[in-house]
């Protein structure tokens, strides 16, 4: 074993790495080689110097001979009010709100489009009895809201998919909930649907509720998407706010009770 | 130091989760351990900028921290990457700073040691893996174990590394003896 190799273990002997086995050994080798010996008491020297000078306060000190507390460290500024300050802070909710309410749209959506390709196949006839079989045997009114709900699902679907504000969206779901839920409230009343049949509209009203969350502006899929650094403050300078200052009329220097002389160009 | 480690630990988890009070005690608890270990990676000056960076992007992956190790030792590991990138990228473009210029801050420092800026200058010249070695094990305090876990290599290689790296200011101390004697009330640099 050349001197290269007793060294690394002397080193590990100034940290308090080694062996019992190699420290013994170590100790023979030294016993014979001034090299080493000499070179020991250099690293320990360079050791000592570097621990005492640029060693952090609160460390662990293997060979306790050096002070563990040497200068404040109070010079450092503190990061932790920098740091949580750039962090977005809505970022974890969104994060995990975001993709759960899309991923709840999509199945919604994909429903919604299999009922109304489902009903599109059965007619008025095979299943439920929608309270129109007496007067009009509709079946294009049955196809009609068929197409209907088709529609609403690939809206969903969209919605879902594509990350787009759902502005657009809004105003003709909003209508169709609505008159629906009144429409419904009114059938109930009068006895013309069933209450099971209602239930096939919980999808639509969910989806809508989920529609209008994900219009919100702070879950709104315009802002820094997915994997961005989303280092964006959460508020914005909304400039129309803001009255445009433009007074109509301006105080020329010589106001009033200030003096002046007559003469303005002068002035 | 291993009750601190196991607190920080449970600061990280818990701020990982989204409990900013226990990130700030985190961070706190933490950020003279990576400006040191960074200051002296590369360089004093850029110390806070670097510090900072390190805890941007701890704080990104904090959701995703498990323990396996310890918070200190995750967190140190990110440090080091952090200089390794900090290194890349200014090697990559033109210098701009003068080397001089590296150690001319000894306000910051607050430094009573001429030895210190000459030291610095020592561990500044050393090849970059036996410095982060040498830095984690003796500056910071680690145990080798801690160290490999924080610069992803063996045990076996922080070991030989740091033997190096004392080889290396033992030879770079006989070329400059002012590194070891103290010179009290001397202006530094």
Do not use: K
């Amino acid at each position: 074993m050349g001197c290269e190799q007793w060294r690394e273990i002397l080193s590990a002997q100034l940290d308090g790495e080694e062996t019992p086995a190699e420290r013994i050994a170590a100790d023979a080798h030294l016993d014979g080689c001034v090299a080493c010996r000499v070179w020991c008491d250099r690293a320990a020297t360079v050791t000592r110097r570097t621990r005492l000078t640029l060693s952090t306060a609160d460390r662990r000190d293997p060979t306790a001979d050096t002070p563990g507390r040497l200068r404040s460290t109070a010079a450092c500024p503190d990061l932790a009010d920098v740091v949580l300050a750039a962090l977005p802070v809505p970022r974890r909710l969104r994060d995990r709100l975001v993709p759960g309410l899309r991923t709840g749209l999509a199945l919604i959506g994909a429903l919604q489009l299999v009922l109304g390709l489902a009903q599109v196949g059965r007619g008025p006839a095979a299943g439920h009895a929608h309270g129109a079989l007496d007067t009009l045997a509709s079946g294009h009114l049955w196809h009609e809201s068929a197409a209907w709900n088709i529609a609403v699902g690939a809206g969903f679907l969209f919605v879902a998919a594509r990350r787009t504000p759902t502005g657009g969206l809004l105003p003709m779901l909003s209508a169709f909930v609505g008159a629906l839920v009144l429409l419904s409230a009114n059938d109930l009343v009068t006895g013309r649907v069933e209450p099971t049949r209602l239930v096939s509209h919980g999808f639509l009203v969910t989806g809508y509720l989920i529609v209008v969350a994900l219009s919100r502006p702070r879950l709104r899929p315009d802002g820094p998407a997915g994997r961005g650094r989303g280092d964006r403050p959460a508020w914005r300078l909304r400039t129309d706010d803001v009255p445009a200052a433009a007074p109509t009329v301006r105080l020329l220097p010589p106001y009033a009770g200030s003096a002046r002389t007559r003469d303005r160009s002068a002035a | 130091m291993g009750d601190d480690d196991a607190e920080i630990t449970a600061w990280a988890l818990a701020a990982g989760r989204g409990d900013r009070e226990a990130a700030a005690r985190f961070i706190r608890a933490t950020q003279q351990h990576v400006r040191r270990f960074v200051a002296h990676l590369i360089s004093p000056a850029e110390a806070d900028d670097l510090t900072q960076e390190t805890y941007l992007r701890a704080m990104r992956s904090l959701p995703s921290f498990a323990a396996r190790s310890s918070a200190r030792t995750w967190l140190l590991g990110i440090a080091r990457r952090t200089a390794v990138d900090h290194v890349r990228a200014a090697t990559s473009r033109p210098r701009t700073v003068p080397l001089s210029e590296w150690h001319d801050t000894p306000d910051t420092r607050g430094s009573g040691f001429d030895g210190e800026v000459v030291l610095n200058d020592l561990l500044l010249a050393l090849p970059a893996d036996r410095r982060e070695a040498f830095v984690a094990t003796q500056v910071l305090g680690l145990s080798y174990a801690e160290a490999a876990e924080v610069c992803g290599c063996p045990v076996g290689t922080i070991r030989s590394r740091v033997a190096r790296a004392r080889e290396d200011l033992v030879v770079a101390v006989e070329g400059n003896p002012r590194a070891i004697r103290r010179r009290p009330g001397s202006a530094a640099g």
